[in-house]
């Protein structure tokens, strides 16, 4: 194989025999896929630079694998219109989160009986895209569904379903009674957009754990600071993280407080994490608890 370095042509040599006319010369696909790879490439390079992709020194089956793999990321990441992420991930009003880096997938999540388990909701279109979101559940009612649009600072509640035309953050409440059962329930969001359905697959695991009016908190607020609980700078959205907290705080009456020194409740000598969603394993312990 040479190239002419003038006119960028490439000559392609074929193999001599003529036994097999479709034999190609293994250069052939080596040199089709490099100049497919360089030009894909440079029209993804936005795309890539980002996620700090840098491939060489590798063969040509190796390359252009990586390639079709970041390719079909990029394209899955700019195609979902509805994501869910927890109650303390930082999103912006463009639908970014922009923090934590990995902010935790919210696909099977623990829910407390007698108390609130809250979501944000992330409806992602162009600006001018009509849809209409809704709450799924199966068994029917087996929570109590709250939405919120997002507006700045404020939490302006809105009835199903919710309609909007361009990227919004919702707030999504979920309320589950003193007697449901333990039980997977369906909670999903769902997204009726260009005369299509994204339905985000969401399945709620309502746990034992049960807030109850008799429990005295044996943890402040404050302790659970120390531990990384970092309530929104929003004034509505930060409400409801002190809400919540407080339902962890009495559920930390039943446990052992070894195991919550353990975990860094009440010791404030510890350096705090930058990531908003660690105070979340201080939450799965706790909803763990009989």
Same mark, same amino acid.
């Given at each position: 194989?040479?190239?002419?370095?003038?006119?960028?042509?490439?000559?392609?040599?074929?193999?001599?025999?003529?036994? #097999?006319?479709?034999?190609?010369?293994?250069?052939?696909?080596?040199?089709?896929?490099?100049?497919?790879?360089?030009?894909?490439?440079?029209?993804?390079?936005?795309?890539?630079?980002?996620?700090?992709?840098?491939?060489?020194?590798?063969?040509?089956?190796?390359?252009?694998?990586?390639?079709?793999?970041?390719?079909?990321?990029?394209?899955?990441?700019?195609?979902?219109?509805?994501?869910?992420?927890?109650?303390?991930?930082?999103?912006?009003?463009?639908?970014?989160?922009?923090?934590?880096?990995?902010?935790?997938?919210?696909?099977?999540?623990?829910?407390?009986?007698?108390?609130?388990?809250?979501?944000?909701?992330?409806?992602?279109?162009?600006?001018?895209?009509?849809?209409?979101?809704?709450?799924?559940?199966?068994?029917?009612?087996?929570?109590?569904?709250?939405?919120?649009?997002?507006?700045?600072?404020?939490?302006?509640?809105?009835?199903?379903?919710?309609?909007?035309?361009?990227?919004?953050?919702?707030?999504?409440?979920?309320?589950?009674?003193? #007697?449901?059962?333990?039980?997977?329930?369906?909670?999903?969001?769902?997204?009726?957009?260009?005369?299509?359905?994204?339905?985000?697959?969401?399945?709620?695991?309502?746990?034992?754990?049960?807030?109850? #009016?008799?429990?005295?908190?044996?943890?402040?607020?404050?302790?659970?600071?120390?531990?990384?609980?970092?309530?929104?700078?929003?004034?509505?959205?930060?409400?409801?993280?002190?809400?919540?907290?407080?339902? #962890?705080?009495?559920?930390?009456?039943?446990?052992?407080?070894?195991?919550?020194?353990?975990?860094?409740?009440?010791?404030?000598?510890?350096?705090?994490?930058?990531?908003?969603?660690?105070?979340?394993?201080?939450?799965?312990?706790?909803?763990?608890?009989?």
């Amino acid at each position: 194989m040479q190239q002419d370095a003038d006119v960028g042509l490439a000559k392609i040599r074929r193999k001599q025999g003529f036994g #097999d006319v479709h034999a190609a010369d293994s250069g052939v696909f080596q040199f089709v896929a490099d100049q497919l790879f360089q030009l894909l490439a440079h029209v993804f390079s936005h795309a890539l630079m980002p996620m700090g992709v840098h491939i060489s020194g590798y063969n040509t089956w190796v390359k252009t694998a990586a390639l079709l793999l970041v390719m079909s990321a990029s394209f899955a990441a700019r195609a979902q219109p509805l994501r869910v992420y927890s109650e303390f991930a930082r999103i912006d009003a463009t639908g970014k989160v922009t923090a934590p880096a990995e902010p935790r997938e919210i696909l099977s999540p623990a829910i407390v009986r007698n108390g609130y388990s809250s979501f944000q909701v992330v409806v992602d279109v162009p600006k001018g895209t009509p849809y209409q979101l809704y709450v799924a559940q199966n068994p029917e009612n087996s929570v109590v569904v709250t939405l919120y649009r997002e507006n700045g600072d404020k939490l302006e509640p809105v009835t199903q379903p919710a309609s909007g035309d361009a990227t919004q953050v919702f707030w999504m409440d979920l309320w589950t009674a003193l #007697d449901a059962p333990v039980a997977r329930i369906k909670v999903e969001p769902q997204l009726h957009v260009n005369n299509d359905w994204v339905i985000y697959p969401m399945e709620g695991r309502v746990m034992e754990a049960t807030v109850s #009016d008799a429990m005295k908190p044996s943890v402040t607020i404050n302790q659970l600071a120390c531990a990384g609980f970092t309530p929104s700078a929003s004034p509505d959205v930060g409400r409801m993280n002190i809400r919540n907290a407080q339902q #962890d705080a009495a559920l930390a009456s039943a446990a052992p407080q070894e195991d919550l020194r353990k975990l860094g409740v009440g010791a404030c000598d510890a350096p705090l994490s930058h990531d908003p969603e660690w105070y979340l394993r201080i939450r799965d312990y706790l909803l763990r608890l009989r």
